[in-house]
């Protein structure tokens, strides 16, 4: 049974920097990718960032690029959302997912990944 674990979120003031790990387990088969989605209340789910498992492709969406970083560790199975100069309107619950066959050009949509975690609370507030 495949399991994705979000963890790292929190409250933070803006400006200031969190990290979430997303830890996979149970693929029976390799994964091609893993992204970070966030909703914020009454928006629809966003993708932010994703990472080819196989040779470490990245891909960002305008909103953070620039600011976060998505990487791995393999021998991990874990995936990394470094996100500095957070702003108040990136308050949202992240959610990791993997992707088994990404798409190579819908690198970001919600529809291609098969696999969710349960998501983690990111406050950005004075």
């Known amino acids: 049974q495949v399991q994705l674990v979000e963890s790292g979120g929190g409250s933070v003031q803006p400006g200031e920097s969190l990290r979430l790990s997303c830890a996979g387990s149970?693929?029976?088969?390799?994964?091609?990718?893993i992204g970070w989605f966030r909703q914020a209340p009454g928006k629809e789910r966003e993708g932010i960032a994703c990472i080819r498992k196989r040779d470490g492709t990245t891909y960002y969406a305008d909103s953070v690029k620039g600011r976060f970083t998505i990487s791995k560790d393999n021998a991990k199975d874990t995936v990394y959302l470094q996100m500095n100069s957070l702003k108040p309107e990136d308050t949202a619950v992240y959610y990791c997912?993997?992707?088994?066959?990404?798409?190579?050009?819908?690198?970001?949509?919600?529809?291609?990944?098969?696999?969710w975690g349960q998501g983690t609370q990111v406050t950005v507030s004075l």
């Open positions: 997912a993997a992707s088994l066959l990404l798409h190579p050009i819908r690198v970001l949509i919600s529809k291609d990944y098969d696999y």
């Open positions: 149970g693929f029976r088969s390799e994964y091609d990718a």
